[in-house]
Every structure is written in structure tokens, then in C-alpha cells.
């Protein structure tokens, strides 16, 4: 029985002829993802769209849209009136997100107070204040500038949820517990000096954190993390020369986990009993594989995950040395691994896939290498690669980048037609100037009589769907 197409439906495609047509609703709804001065520009289109700017209940400075002066110093300052003018203008109306792109000098401290406060007055659901926001912008401010004392003690009973904060400072009040903070869900810190007592405060006042980030933060020395609530953890660029951080993860309901460029004392995992998902990076130099290692050694007290992304340099690991003699990721689905294709590449993805014998898929990824690979012995270099992978029904691999030999590249899609017990798909992804183009698919025939086992896969032509 053929479906009728909905008459109410029909009706608004026929009346709907162009975005003037739409609902204020809608069009409210279309203006919240535009920065507020395009969002301001818009009231000149028409006598109905010149009170719609009002209405948006987001509010978006972005410096990097403003149109600049002849100086730095100018622009600042125009900037500044623009947003002073707005929130005058602005009626009182709650706000789902405040978002505040600007490079911070003391001069202005007054304003930004004035407008985070702003932002709490209103309720605000999402605070989002960058004071970096590009390298780009300080390549003519070489002299360090003090950063932004964001005020904590502001955020008393209010209802932000997200706060995420660039390139400032914290001054924290005394009695944090008092700050009632329970509506705060995702917290995203970047550029924040902290000190380990910093974070324990913290989680004092926002108990109920779910999400949080520390990027390329500092001052901290034993950074322990003990949350029941905690679900994601991302910790990101924490190399200093002064001090390796001790880390100590408790958080029983956490699921997802990403440890990128982290230099570390001590790697101490209590309890992730619910974690699904892992992420690692630590750049590929030999002096950082110590680092790689204190991160990977952590797998035998997660070995329940079902998604783990990691670098190949599992030759130079030695799992059978590492690991318990019993230990299998027998959880693990999907892994997305940073490779190359040489022998050393190819006999550490072998030792890594004998761990992983219920994996299902494999995305595999470039992996840029400061330094050469280390020189094989002879028996490792005429030793056979068999790939374990008895339950592998896809493999994605990103091809054809600067550097990488392509010759390589080709036997390995050659060995892996051959040991795929269960393959069902080869994807391959070419790059051109960055972007990827229509994948390659390669895909198993039906079992015939005639048809061996090495060209039982054979191209699609069309892109994957």
C-alpha cells in the first residue's frame, strides 16, 4: 500500500518559497549559530527581521569576525563598546550560551567582568570565554600579558551547566562547597594554571561534573581524580619541564577516556570499571616511549574495553613481556591504530592483534614518525607476518599520504586479502591536499568454486554509503 504523502507538510513546502517565509521561531532558531554582530546585521534586511537579533538567546563576541582597524590596540577598543552597546540593548532574557572570543589586557578587566556577569544575570546555561582563541593573534603582542582572574565566586547558585574557560586564571573562595553548584555537568579548561588542591575544590563545589577537559593546563603535581559521576576525562598536552605529573584515576562510571601528549611520573588506575572506550597519543619520538609505555602498560586494568585508539610501537613493547601471561583485550570491537607499513610497523601490528582476538573492525591511520625505525635483527626481518585476526569483518585504512611508500602500502592490502579469515570489507581512503576522497571498497565475493582465496575481494566502484 503506497504512503500519502502529509497534506500539512506538502502545504508548508508549497508556502515556504524563500527564508523570509519562515516561522520567527525558526528563524530565531538559524540566527542563535551566527557570531551577534552578523546576527545584528541581519535587522537591516527588513521591518521583520529587525527585532529578531533581540530575541536569539545566544550571544556569540567573536573577535575573529570583527572587522579590524588600523591597530590592534583600536580594534580591542571597538570591540569592547560593540559588546557594551549590545548587552544595553539586549532586553533581559534567559540565555542558553555566551560565548566571548577577545584578547585580554588589564585595561578591560572591568568590561569582561561586567559582561560575565552579564551572562549569570541571565542565567546562562553554557559560559564559554577565549582569551587565546589563535596563535595567530599574539605573533605582534610578544610580551606576556596577564591573564584574565576569572571570578569564581560569581557562579554562586547560578544555573551554568558548561563552562569552558581559556587562558585564565582561577581565584577560587574559600568555602567551596557552599557555591552550590550542582546544575554544572561539563567543564572544559584550557591554558588554566591549577594547582592539585585547585581540583579537589572544584569537584567540591560541582559535584555532579560529568565531562570534563584540561588542556595544556599546569601547576599541578599529583592530579588525582576520584568522581562516581565522572563519564568522560580528557587530558591533553601536559608536557612540562619543570615536574612529571603523578596521575591517579578513580572514577567508577567513567566511559570514555583520551591521555594525549601527557608526561607522567606515575600512571595509577584504581577503578574504571565501566570504562568503554580509550584514547592515546604521545608523539613518536624515542624519548617519548617511555611515556607511550607507562600509558599502555595501564591496559591490563581496562583489558574490558571495547574501542581503543593507540600508535603502533607495539614491536618495541613486547606485549608477552609486559602483560600478565592470560591477558587478552577479549572486549575489544573496534581499534583504531596510527601506523606505517614497513616490517617493524607490520610485526607490532601483529603483536597488538594476537591481544584483540574478538575484533571486529580496524580503521587505520598514518603515523608520522620523528625518527627512523629502529634496525631489525635478521631474524625479525625474515620472520613470516601473520595477522591473528580470526573475527575481522572490516578494515579502513587512509592511503596514499606525502612520504608514505606506496609500495608498502600495496603489499600490506595484499596480505591482509590473504589472512582475512572473515573479511567482508577493505575501505581504502585517499588523500588529495587534505581531503578525502570517494572511498575505494573492496568487497568479498560470494563463495564460488573457482575464485581463490587471494582474489576473493574485488573493487566497488561506487563511494561507500
Not at 240 to 256: F, G, Q, S
Not at 454 to 462: I, M, P, T
Request: proline fraction near 6%; include cysteine; charged fraction near 25%.
Amino acid at each position: 500500500m503506497e504512503e500519502k504523502p502529509d497534506a500539512t507538510a506538502t502545504a508548508t513546502a508549497t508556502t515556504v518559497t524563500n527564508i523570509n517565509d519562515l516561522p520567527q521561531d525558526i528563524l530565531i532558531r538559524i540566527l542563535s549559530f551566527l557570531p551577534t554582530l552578523d546576527t545584528i546585521t541581519t535587522s537591516l534586511i527588513s521591518t521583520k527581521w529587525k527585532p529578531l537579533w533581540s530575541l536569539v538567546p545566544s550571544l556569540n563576541f567573536s573577535y575573529t569576525h570583527f572587522p579590524p582597524y588600523n591597530n590592534f590596540s583600536t580594534t580591542r577598543q571597538f570591540f569592547s563598546e560593540f559588546i557594551d552597546r549590545t548587552l544595553i540593548l539586549k532586553p533581559q532574557l534567559p540565555l542558553k550560551k555566551f560565548r566571548l572570543e577577545f584578547i585580554y589586557e588589564d585595561r578591560y578587566r572591568y568590561h569582561v567582568d561586567s559582561w560575565v556577569r552579564y551572562a549569570i544575570k541571565n542565567q546562562v546555561l553554557e559560559l564559554d570565554l577565549d582569551f587565546f582563541i589563535d596563535k595567530s593573534f599574539h605573533i605582534f603582542e610578544p610580551e606576556a600579558k596577564p591573564n584574565y582572574d576569572f571570578p569564581f565566586s560569581a557562579l554562586r547558585n547560578s544555573k551554568v551547566r558548561v563552562l569552558k574557560l581559556c587562558r585564565c586564571d582561577l581565584t577560587l573562595p574559600a568555602n567551596m562547597e557552599s557555591m552550590n553548584l550542582w546544575s554544572m555537568n561539563e567543564v572544559y579548561f584550557d591554558q588554566v594554571y591549577m594547582t592539585d588542591d585547585t581540583v579537589l575544590d572544584l569537584f567540591k563545589a560541582c559535584p555532579n561534573i560529568e565531562v570534563l577537559k584540561f588542556e595544556d593546563c599546569y601547576g599541578m603535581e599529583n592530579l588525582r581524580l576520584c568522581s562516581e559521576k565522572l563519564k568522560r576525562l580528557d587530558l591533553s598536552s601536559f608536557y612540562t619541564a619543570e615536574r612529571e605529573l603523578h596521575l591517579e584515576l578513580d572514577c567508577p562510571n567513567l566511559v570514555w577516556l583520551n591521555i594525549d601528549c601527557f608526561e607522567m611520573g606515575q600512571f595509577c588506575v584504581k577503578n574504571l570499571s565501566s570504562l568503554v572506550e580509550f584514547h592515546t597519543f604521545i608523539v613518536h619520538g624515542l624519548e617519548y616511549y617511555g611515556q607511550w609505555c607507562k600509558v599502555v602498560k595501564q591496559l591490563h586494568q581496562i583489558a574490558h574495553i571495547k574501542h581503543l585508539v593507540v600508535q603502533n610501537w607495539w614491536l618495541k613493547l613486547a606485549p608477552k613481556d609486559v602483560f600478565p601471561k592470560d591477558f587478552l583485550l577479549y572486549n575489544l570491537k573496534h581499534l583504531e591504530l596510527q601506523t606505517g607499513y614497513t616490517t617493524y610497523d607490520l610485526l607490532g601490528m601483529a603483536a597488538l592483534l594476537e591481544l584483540c582476538p574478538n575484533l571486529e573492525t580496524m580503521h587505520l591511520d598514518p603515523l608520522y614518525k620523528v625518527v627512523e625505525d629502529e634496525s631489525l635483527s635478521e631474524e625479525l626481518l625474515n620472520k613470516p607476518i601473520n595477522l591473528f585476526m580470526p573475527n575481522l569483518k572490516e578494515v579502513r585504512l587512509k592511503a596514499f599520504v606525502p612520504g608514505q611508500n606506496q609500495n608498502q602500502f600495496s603489499q600490506f592490502v595484499s596480505l591482509l586479502k590473504k589472512q582475512g579469515v572473515v573479511l567482508e570489507k577493505i575501505v581504502l581512503v585517499s588523500l588529495y591536499n587534505g581531503t578525502s576522497l570517494p572511498p575505494v571498497i573492496l568487497r568479498r565475493r560470494p563463495p564460488r568454486a573457482e575464485v581463490d582465496e587471494e582474489s576473493s575481494l574485488h573493487v566497488e566502484g561506487s563511494p561507500e554509503r
